[in-house]
């Protein structure tokens, strides 16, 4: 879950002037990376090679 100092933090890193567009952009990859790490702390996670093994059935 995205909490306000990562948004602060995130919008710190941009530059002076930036577009609607950018910051949404930077939000999601933020949000993205927070439910990445939150599904790891919960062993949500497949290994490469059943990544692999379901990429292979649905081709």
């Keep these: 879950m995205l909490n306000k100092n990562k948004v ?3 919008l710190e890193n941009l ?3 930036f577009s609607i567009e950018e910051i949404i952009d ?3 990859l933020l949000q ?3 439910l990445g790490l ?9 290994s490469t090679e059943e990544a692999k093994a379901r ?3 649905r081709v």
């Design 8 to 10: 602060l933090r995130t």
């Design 15 to 17: 530059p002076e002037t």
């Design 26 to 28: 930077q939000l999601v």
């Design 32 to 34: 993205k990376i927070e």
């Design 38 to 46: 939150e599904q790891a702390t919960n062993n949500e996670t497949v």
């Design 55 to 57: 990429f292979q059935e």
